[in-house]
Every structure is written in C-alpha cells, then in structure tokens.
C-alpha cells in the first residue's frame, strides 16, 4: 500500500492549486483518504475526507467553499482542489487512510491512518 500525494507549489493569495494523492496496492475507491495539512508550529490537522462511499468530510468550516474533494476512480487518485488560497493555508499537505470505508469524526485526527503519502509544500504568498 502506497500513497503519494503531489502538484504542491508557490501561488499569491487567491490562487488556485490541485493536489493529487496517487495510490498503489489497494483499489482507493474502496476506502476513505484523507488530506491533512501541518502548518510549521503546528499540530497535523485533517483537511478533507472522501469516504468509500462518496460521503465528504470537512474538518474545518473555513475550508467549506473553498476546497473541494475528489476521485478519479480509473487513475486511482484522489484530488484537493484548493481555491481562493490564503497565507495561512501554507503548510505541507499529506494524504492518509486507514483502509477502512468512512471518514473519522471530527477531532479524530491521524488517528487510525495506516498509510501516509510523503507531503506536498503549499506555500501562498505575494
């Protein structure tokens, strides 16, 4: 089982960017990936989840609008599209899962995630 989470970068404030989180060994679609982000200083926070049935978790209501979450189900990957990016958005971004079919509640954290994909730096600055 391997993840590999990508399409990090440099955007202003405002801007756009799309990650991607590539999995091997196991068929994605069939379970829950999470983003999580970690800010430097900070504790790792959940982002994002899609579950293995298409539910959507968000973690943090000031994400709701701006960030949303997907699955190509014949390239098995998983997408964080990130819009309207703020500085505050910067840190490094990494994709889980637990190999179990739903999201974790809120607050959960990475708790239960078996598998990480190495992370993606997304830095929003002017």
């Known amino acids: 089982v391997q993840l590999q989470a990508s399409g990090g970068g440099l955007v202003q404030p405002g801007g756009s960017l799309r990650l991607s989180c590539a999995a091997s060994g196991f068929t994605l679609e069939d379970y829950a990936i999470t983003w999580f982000r970690q800010a430097p200083g900070k504790e790792r926070e959940e982002v994002l989840c899609i579950s293995g049935r298409q539910e959507h978790t968000y973690y943090a209501d000031s994400m709701k609008g701006r960030f949303t979450i997907s699955r190509d189900n014949a390239k098995n990957t998983v997408y964080l599209q990130m819009n309207s990016l703020k500085p505050e958005d910067t840190a490094v971004y990494s994709c889980?899962?637990?190999?179990?079919?739903?999201?974790?509640?809120?607050?959960?954290?990475?708790?239960?995630?078996?598998?990480w994909g190495k992370g993606t730096q997304v830095t929003v600055s002017s």
């Open positions: 889980a899962t637990g190999l179990v079919v739903g999201c974790a509640p809120r607050g959960t954290g990475p708790a239960g995630m078996d598998y």
